[in-house]
């Protein structure tokens, strides 16, 4: 079973930093690439960042361009997204996903999705 | 950047067809991608490629794009259909996926 279990959400001040991971199992981790998308609590979904499977290709939503960071280690089938910078718009729920088809063939849905990690972001 | 547009809430009793609308500049010259979220949970894929279901998927669901308009159809609408349904396409002008805002389906 294709599993995606994301941690690292908590409540942090505006101006901290947070480090999310994604543990991925079930599938070659190293052939897909991997997508971070948020959610406000009871708003829709937003982008937020993608990596290709050899990470040669890395992409950002300009709302949190220059503040993210998105990382993959395929050793250990897992993924990242270090948070820099955080304001109350940061505060989201947020997901890791895995894009349907392998390698360069990423422009396309996600499927599946993990839980999600709630990030909290206040004073 | 491409704007894809879903009403807010759409409503049905039960056993009608619901039947939610995303709209977008010549989307139906694009792949469309449906999510289905019900409350407290993760977003789960429930059409993909404009009309195809993952397995697993009820036939109840289907979908359908063409000009500026693409259509999520859920037949016979069940009390277990309720739920949030966002709809996905890639922009190739900026190479990054959008969303539409997202439909409320509420079973009447």
């Known amino acids: 079973e294709v599993q995606l279990v994301e941690s690292g959400g908590v409540v942090v001040q505006p101006g901290g930093s947070l480090r999310l991971s994604c543990a991925a199992s079930?599938?070659?981790?190293?052939?897909?690439?991997m997508h971070w998308v948020r959610q406000v609590p009871g708003k829709g979904l937003e982008w937020v960042s993608l990596?290709?499977?050899?990470?040669?290709?890395?992409y950002y939503a300009d709302s949190v361009k220059g503040r993210f960071t998105i990382s993959r280690d395929n050793s250990k089938d897992s993924l990242y997204l270090q948070m820099n910078s955080l304001t109350t718009a940061d505060t989201a729920f947020y997901y890791c996903a895995k894009a349907a088809r392998t390698y360069s063939n990423f422009r396309n849905w996600f499927d599946p999705w993990g839980q999600g990690t709630l990030v909290t972001v206040s004073s | 950047s491409y704007v894809l547009t879903q009403p807010p809430s759409v409503s049905v009793a039960p056993g009608e067809t619901a039947r939610i609308t995303c709209e977008g500049y010549?989307?139906?010259?694009?792949?469309v991608h449906w999510y289905q979220q019900k409350a407290g949970q993760a977003p789960v894929l429930v059409v993909y490629?404009?009309?195809y279901r993952p397995a697993g998927v009820p036939e109840r669901f289907s979908g359908s794009n063409s000009g500026n308009t693409a259509t999520l159809t859920v037949t016979r609408v069940e009390a277990g259909d309720e739920a949030d349904y966002h709809c996905?396409?890639?922009?190739?002008?900026?190479?990054?996926?959008?969303f539409g805002g997202g439909s409320k389906l509420t079973v009447l």
């Open positions: 996905q396409v890639w922009d190739n002008s900026s190479d990054h996926p959008v």
């Open positions: 490629d404009d009309d």
């Open positions: 010549k989307i139906g010259g694009k792949s």
């Open positions: 079930g599938f070659i981790f190293d052939d897909y690439a």
């Open positions: 990596i290709s499977w050899d990470d040669s290709i890395i």
